[in-house]
């Protein structure tokens, strides 16, 4: 096949004047460099095509590609994630991962909490603030955890995410509010473990690629996975792979991952994360339906590498999961089924 590959470079915003933090969700280059060997390793021939702003400009020269793999996030605006996948069903052509409704709904935490809890699914308590004052009114017993609504790769995520009193919960969002310019997400603290889930396919097809539980060395950021720790994954992070044979808490996690992923209507793969109250049951934070894919930072090839995965295989069964839907009619999210 000849594959379109769509992607944002970091060194690129970083050159525009883009922050270090600003563009951590950006894929490095050696991360295109290893996705288009892997394709090319699998019989494709891959075109690197780049962001929204290259995609738009080669669609209007009329290239076209058999399918187009895509990992580009976006920058700009609270649906920057679905804008890729946008453009391209405009084009009816076919790409890997889910579709701009499921990308909207995962990146904004409150949506996706708000449909999965009721849908049954357990959830931390939480209150969306929009201003400094909202931050007063916040009803949830201490300690909170305080996060940028629509943000990943832990971004705006410190030692100062975990809150234990009233003043320092509305000095932390008006700083998150000031430095985003969106909503904070204010939810309650749990103390347990914290699990990373794979899952891959679709559908009733889908299955779970493996979990990893996350890990604080000596020196990270207690308690939280913040935006240094993952930065610097490589000496502030263990990731422990598990399995859910001999540990009921990492099979509860597991099982509801597979649900999550089918409920919102995920395709291909996605990453699911949870924390475990102090009773020790998991509970949903959030998920990612466009993860990212360096093959030693990134969490999903981290956990498939554990679970006996190998990269190549991992973007051959996302490729799988696509083809096998090129010639169906793309069918949309199924949220709360």
């Given at each position: 096949m000849?594959?379109?590959l ?9 050159a525009?004047?883009?922050s ?10 050696e991360?295109?460099e ?8 699998l019989?494709?021939t ?16 009329g ?5 187009t ?23 009816r052509i ?11 709904v ?9 449909l999965?809890r ?12 929009r201003?400094?004052?909202e ?11 305080a996060?940028?609504?629509a943000e990943?790769t ?10 234990v009193n ?12 000031e430095q985003?310019?969106q ?19 679709t ?6 690629a493996g ?11 207690a ?8 930065e610097?994954c ?6 422990l ?7 009921a808490?990492?099979?509860a996690?597991e ?14 793969a996605?990453?699911v994360?949870f ?6 049951r ?56």
């Open positions: 000849y594959i379109g769509t992607y944002d470079l970091r060194e690129d915003y970083l525009e004047g883009y270090a933090e600003e563009t951590a969700e950006f894929d490095r280059p991360t295109i290893l996705l288009a060997s892997a394709l090319q390793e019989g494709h891959a075109d690197r095509v780049g962001g929204a702003r290259h995609l738009i400009a080669r669609l209007a020269r290239d076209r590609w058999d399918l793999f895509n990992v580009a996030e976006g920058l700009h605006g609270t649906a920057r994630e679905a804008q890729v996948p946008a453009i391209l069903e405009t084009c076919p790409y890997t991962f889910s579709n701009p409704l499921v990308m909207t995962a990146l904004h935490k409150d949506v996706a909490k708000t999965l009721a849908a049954g699914f357990p959830t931390p308590d939480f209150a969306v603030v201003t400094p004052e931050a007063r009114r916040v009803d949830l017993p201490f300690p909170v955890f996060k940028p609504v990943g832990s971004k705006g995520i410190t030692s100062a995410s975990k809150i009233r003043q320092s919960l509305i000095d932390q969002c008006a700083a998150l509010l985003f310019r909503p904070v997400l204010v939810e309650t603290f749990l103390p347990g473990r914290e699990f990373t889930v794979g899952v891959l396919g559908g009733p097809e889908a299955e779970v979990t990893i539980e996350v890990l604080l060395r000596p020196g990270a950021d308690e939280v996975y913040s935006y240094r720790n993952k610097n490589e000496e502030l992070v263990q990731y792979p598990v399995w859910p044979r001999d540990d808490e990492v099979r996690a099982e509801m991952a597979l649900a999550v992923h089918r409920e919102l209507g995920c395709r291909d996605a990453r994360d924390r475990s109250d102090a009773r020790g998991p509970h949903f934070l959030e998920i990612n339906p466009l993860p990212g894919l360096h093959p030693e930072h990134s969490d999903l090839p981290i956990l498939c590498r554990f679970h006996g995965i190998p990269y190549v295989e991992l973007i051959r069964r996302i490729l799988a999961s696509t083809e096998k839907r090129r010639s169906e009619k793309d069918q949309p999210a199924v949220v709360m089924a």
